[in-house]
């Protein structure tokens, strides 16, 4: 499967982004789908996940409360909410899928997308 991340760009601290993951080329709706962040001079790191039935969700503690995961199986888009953002936040995003069940470690998802900026000014 193929994914395109859209939606970054530039914020201030308080206001929201919608990120996008666009997939095609498989049954989206047969995968789970995860963000991941890459702050600057930092490891990439887990962010969300949600089932390929959108029936379950998972986050980090970090924006826990503050973003929500979603998905359209009919649309073959993922989508991350952002709202309350903090200059922590800044990062290259990067939507991931794997088979069916939802995982928060990058090494166990088989498709990236190739990631989009965020970057939230105080």
């Known amino acids: 499967v193929q994914l395109q991340a859209s939606g970054g760009g530039l914020v201030q601290a308080g206001g929201s982004l919608r990120l996008s993951c666009a997939a095609s080329?498989?049954?989206?709706?047969?995968?789970?789908l995860g963000w991941f962040r890459q702050g600057p001079g930092k490891e990439r790191e887990f962010v969300a996940a949600?089932?390929?039935?959108?029936?379950?969700?998972y986050y980090a503690d970090s924006v826990k409360g503050r973003f929500t995961i979603s998905r359209d199986n009919a649309k073959n888009t993922g989508y991350l909410q952002m709202s309350s953002l903090k200059p922590e936040d800044t990062a290259v995003y990067y939507c991931?899928?794997?088979?069916?069940?939802?995982?928060?470690?990058?090494?166990?998802?088989?498709?990236w997308g190739q990631g989009t900026q965020v970057t939230v000014s105080s």
């Open positions: 991931a899928a794997r088979p069916f069940t939802l995982r928060t470690v990058d090494k166990e998802y088989d498709y």
């Open positions: 080329g498989r049954t989206f709706g047969n995968y789970a």
């Open positions: 949600i089932t390929w039935t959108g029936s379950s969700t």
